[in-house]
Structures are given as C-alpha cells and as structure tokens.
T-cell receptor, first 110, second 115 residues
Framework: EDQVTQSPEALRLQEGESSSLNCSYT??????LFWYRQDPGKGPEFLFTLYSAGEEKEKERLKATLTKKESFLHITAPKPEDSATYLCAVRANTGNQFYFGTGTSLTVIP | GAGVSQSPSNKVTEKGKDVELRCDPI?????LYWYRQSLGQGLEFLIYFQGNSAPDKSGLPSDRFSAERTGGSVSTLTIQRTQQEDSAVYLCASSLTLAGGQTQYFGPGTRLLVL
C-alpha cells in the first residue's frame, strides 16, 4: 500500500537553529515527491518537486533532498516567518492519486 | 496571474442540509482535484477531473458526495444530507495536466462546519 509518513509531528526551534524534517514513503515506483508549506487558514503552497534519488533543490533557507525511501527538508538558520506546517506528498507510477503525509508543524522562536 | 479560488471561504450548515462548494482553477489547467483536510489528518483525496475524461471518483467517501466540472473549468463539490463528520476543510487544486509529476496548486479552501 502506498503511504507517506512525516516526522516529527511537531518541531520547535530557536531562531538560527538548523534542523531537518523527514518524509518516508513507500510507493510502487515514484513519479514525483512534493513539498508544500501550509500556513494556518490557508491552502498548501508549493515548494519543491523531486523526481529521482540524489536530486536536491534549494530555495532561500530550505533545501530538499531525496533518496529511494525518504526525503529531507533541511532548514538552515530558520526565522520566525518559517513557522508553518510542512507537507510531503508522493505520486506513484501507477494511478493518478497524490498521497499526503500528515505534516510537520514547525515553530521558530525569536 | 490569478491562482485557484474557492467559495465560500466558510460555510456553517445544519445537519441534513445540502451544501455546494465551488472551485475556480487556474486558467489553462486541465486537471482539477478535490481533497478533504480534517484536523490532525493528512489531505484525503476525493475526486479528480482531467479534461473531458471521466472523473476518478474513487476517493468519495459516500454517495452523499458528488462533483461536477462544467466546460472543463469551474467545479462544484456537492454534499447532500450533511453529517457532523463532514466538518472539515475542503481544498481544491489544479495542475496543467495529469501527466506524471505535474505540480498541484491549491486554493485557500472552504471551511465547512456542520452543526
């Protein structure tokens, strides 16, 4: 069964304290892995798409990496405005559904 | 350009009433998805549309749920005889096509509360 597990569920960081969020997946052939940011009361906002193991993408303080079984979202020197829930989703080679994890709620304390 | 829009942003209804939720996708996007997000849960796939093809309704939780997409653009999700467990945020997303890896862009959601 295709599924996505994110950890930790919640993470509190001091401003400037770097860390990583994990997304583990089991899927019958990966077509794409997606990271989103969701602020309270809003829809998910697209961050990155990764397609194959070894791929990396960066945007400001965020860097996403992909292996055959998991993806990491690295946050370098976070700021309070990085506080949000980060969602991971995968799409398999078979079927057309996207499978979402339950997210990691990140709080960055000034 | 305009993003995905949804209306209403909030809806409060009484148990047993019908509700309609609307989604306007990004212009030119042929694929449209509906999801449900309950507190503490991941996004639950409901239905998707691709162009003029028959929709994939495999995620609809019961026959009280239905959706239409008119003219390949605007979509309406209808919930009949609402129940309290239908309370959730309903999110719509669109993408250019349904081809592999195409990114979904989400609307702000409709927050539904069934009393």
């Amino acid at each position: 069964e295709d599924q996505v597990t994110q950890s930790p569920e919640a993470l509190r960081l001091q401003e400037g304290e770097s860390s990583s969020l994990n997304c583990s997946y089991t899927v019958s052939g990966l077509r794409g892995l997606f990271w989103y940011r969701q602020d309270p009361g809003k829809g998910p906002e697209f961050l990155f798409t990764l397609y194959s193991a070894g791929e990396e993408k960066e945007k400001e303080r965020l860097k996403a990496t992909l292996t055959k079984k998991e993806s990491f979202l690295h946050i370098t020197a976070p700021k309070p405005e990085d506080s949000a829930t980060y969602l991971c989703a995968v799409r398999a080679n078979t079927g057309n559904q996207f499978y979402f994890g339950t997210g990691t709620s990140l709080t960055v304390i000034p | 350009g305009a993003g995905v829009s949804q209306s209403p942003s909030n809806k409060v209804t009484e148990k047993g009433k019908d509700v309609e939720l609307r989604c306007d996708p990004i212009s030119g996007h042929t694929a449209l998805y509906w999801y449900r997000q309950s507190l503490g849960q991941g996004l639950e796939f409901l239905i998707y549309f691709q162009g003029n093809s028959a929709p994939d309704k495999s995620g609809l939780p019961s026959d009280r749920f239905s959706a239409e997409r008119t003219g390949g653009s605007v979509s309406t999700l209808t919930i009949q005889r609402t129940q309290q467990e239908d309370s959730a945020v309903y999110l719509c997303a669109s993408s250019l096509t349904l081809a592999g890896g195409q990114t979904q862009y989400f609307g702000p959601g409709t927050r539904l509360l069934v009393l």
